[in-house]
C-alpha cells in the first residue's frame, strides 16, 4: 500500500521518491528538514498541552489577554526545555530551538486572542472552554483500500458538525497552498472519508512560519488530482531508472534536500 508521504514527495520530486524508495539510498537530513523535524514534534506535543493551560486559567486570568500569552509561554517553555535535543540521529542546534520557539510565539498569540476572545463572549470556563480548544484527534492513522493508500494526519478538528484534517508545516511559505501540501491533505480527507464514513468538505493547512491557516475546499477538482498523483506515484516506483533531475535542479528547491550531494552523482 502507498503512504501519502510518497505520494507528497512524488509530487515534490520523482527523483527523490524514486532514491529513497526504490534505490533506497540513505542520506544525512539538512539541517532544515532537523528543525523541521524537531519544530513537527514540538507542536504536537503544544496541541495536546494548550487545552489543559486553558482549562486551568481562572475568571482574572481569562480577562486579561497578557496572562493568557503568559501562561501558554511558560507552556511551551517547558515543552522546549524537556524535548529530545536529537532528532533522526542529528543534534537538534541551539538556533533551531529559539527559531522553534519563535515560530511558536506567532500562533500563540493567535490562539490566546481566540481564548480571550471565547471566554468573554461565551462565559466558559474551565473543561468547557477548554474543549472549544481541543483538536478531536492528533496524528491520526488513516487508510482506503479503495485507493490502496495509507497516512496519518498531524491533526483533526471538528467544528460545527463538520471534521476538518489539518497538516502542520514548518517549512517555506508560499502566496497560497503548495501543490504537495494541496495533495496531501487531500489525500488525509479522502482517507479520513473512507476511514471513519463521513464526509470532508474542507482541510487546512497551518504554516507555523507564518502563523496562518490556510483552507482548502475538497472537491471534485482535488480529489482527482490526488486519484492521478496516485497513478504517478506508482509509476515511478516501478520505472527501471531514476527518473531526471527536476526541471529546478540545482535551484532552491534541491539546495535544501538531503539528497543535493548525493543526487547530482548518480
Ligand atoms: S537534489 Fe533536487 S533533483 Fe535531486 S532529489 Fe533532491 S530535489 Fe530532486
Known amino acids: 500500500m502507498l503512504t501519502v508521504s510518497q505520494l507528497r514527495k512524488s509530487a515534490f520530486c520523482p527523483r527523490q521518491l524514486y532514491l529513497e524508495d526504490v534505490m533506497h539510498i540513505k542520506a544525512r537530513p539538512t539541517p532544515q528538514i532537523v528543525y523541521g ?23 482574572k486570568q481569562l480577562s486579561d489577554l497578557g496572562e493568557i500569552k503568559a501562561a501558554l509561554l511558560r507552556a511551551t517553555d517547558e515543552i522546549l526545555r524537556t ?15 529559539r527559531r522553534a520557539r519563535s515560530d511558536i510565539f506567532i500562533e500563540l498569540n493567535y ?8 471566554a468573554r463572549d461565551t462565559g466558559l470556563m474551565g473543561r468547557s472552554l ?32 463538520r471534521y476538518i484534517p489539518v497538516e502542520i508545516k514548518t517549512g517555506a ?3 497560497g497552498i503548495w501543490r504537495e501540501d494541496q495533495l496531501q491533505v487531500g489525500a488525509y480527507a479522502m482517507l479520513f472519508e473512507e476511514t471513519f464514513g463521513t464526509t470532508v468538505e474542507e482541510a487546512i493547512v497551518e504554516y507555523t512560519r507564518v502563523g496562518e491557516r490556510r483552507k482548502l475546499k475538497v472537491d471534485d477538482e482535488l480529489r482527482d488530482s490526488v486519484r492521478r498523483q496516485i497513478e504517478t506515484t506508482k509509476e515511478i516506483l516501478a520505472m527501471a ?10 535551484g532552491k528547491k534541491c539546495s535544501n534536500c538531503r539528497f543535493y550531494e548525493l543526487c547530482f552523482q548518480i
Open 173 to 175: 511559505v508560499g502566496r
Open 111 to 118: 490562539l490566546a486572542s481566540e481564548i480571550y476572545k471565547k
Open 241 to 250: 531508472d531514476p527518473p531526471e533531475i527536476c526541471q529546478d535542479g540545482n
Open 130 to 161: 477548554a474543549s472549544l480548544f481541543s483538536p478531536w484527534g492528533v496524528e491520526v492513522d488513516v487508510e482506503s483500500r479503495k485507493l490502496d493508500l495509507k497516512g496519518r494526519v498531524d491533526k483533526v478538528e471538528f467544528r460545527d458538525g
Open 37 to 59: 523535524l524537531f519544530s513537527h514534534s514540538l507542536k504536537r506535543k503544544l496541541n495536546l498541552t494548550y487545552p489543559d493551560v486553558v482549562k486551568d486559567l481562572d475568571t
Open 83 to 97: 524535548a529530545p535535543r536529537v532528532v533522526d540521529g542529528e543534534v537538534v542546534r541551539d538556533w533551531m530551538a
